[in-house]
């Protein structure tokens, strides 16, 4: 079935260092495909997406590129700031669904230290 | 942005209680919401899939007689976990996507959880 693999944690990075987390896929079809942010005691927050091949997702300063022939959409930074430490989790939404089913990866903590 | 928060933040209940847990889109309307669960160093599972003033659909293996889904309105669902028993310990969390001018279409905005322990 669809699923979403991502690196275990926790990512430990001092502050201005580059970051990437790796993610990647197995869908049927072309699935979108999302990374979204959790700040500790607070919800999921949508950091980006990108709905088809070769797209970029950024925001925030992270960027994500969809990769079918890797299948892959690692998130990547150029300078990580303390602020960024939470969890970050890669999702993907199969194209063969009518509804919009988030299929999650297991998050990736990250954790920044001045 | 649009804001999604869910009541209890934690709750502690004996083995055979039900529990209720709140989940309401603040400044949207939330045509469909949606719950999962998620286990220490797992992914989000999703349980159901709820459209408002419709019966919920159910993920494969969740029982619905066990967590009853209510979505009543187009702020409110609810998830309540009945005759409660150690392994539904765990952190339930809920989306929701809708319209509004707060809301961007088709993005699911997610509460922060509710962590119940059962004893």
Not at chain 2, 79 to 89: F, K, Q, R, Y
Not at chain 2, 95 to 101: D, K, L, P, T, V
Request: hydrophobic share 35%; proline share 4%.
């Amino acid at each position: 079935g669809d699923s979403v693999t991502q690196m275990e944690g926790p990512v430990t990075l001092s502050e201005e260092a580059f970051l990437t987390i790796n993610c990647t896929y197995t869908a049927t079809g072309y699935p979108s495909l999302f990374w979204y942010v959790q700040y500790p005691g607070e919800g999921l927050q949508l950091l980006l997406k990108a709905t088809k091949a070769d797209d970029k997702g950024s925001n925030k300063g992270f960027e994500a590129t969809y990769r079918k022939e890797t299948t892959s959409f690692h998130l990547e930074k150029g300078s990580v700031q303390v602020s960024d430490s939470a969890v970050y989790f890669c999702a993907l939404v199969p194209r063969s669904y009518n509804t919009d089913k988030l299929i999650f990866g297991t998050g990736t903590r990250l954790q920044v230290f001045p | 942005g649009a804001v999604v928060s869910q009541h209890p933040s934690r709750v502690i209940c004996k083995s055979g209680t039900s529990v209720k847990i709140e989940c309401r889109s603040l400044d949207f309307q939330a045509t469909t919401m949606f719950w999962y669960r998620q286990f220490p160093k797992k992914s989000l599972m999703l349980m159901a899939t709820s459209n408002e003033g419709s019966k919920a659909t159910y993920e494969q293996g969740v029982e619905k007689d066990k967590f009853l889904i209510n979505h009543a309105s187009l702020t409110l669902s609810t998830l309540t976990v009945t005759s409660a028993h150690p392994e539904d310990s765990s952190f339930y969390i809920c989306s929701a996507r809708g319209s509004g001018r707060r809301a961007i279409t088709d993005t699911q905005y997610f509460g922060p959880g509710t962590r119940l322990t059962v004893l």
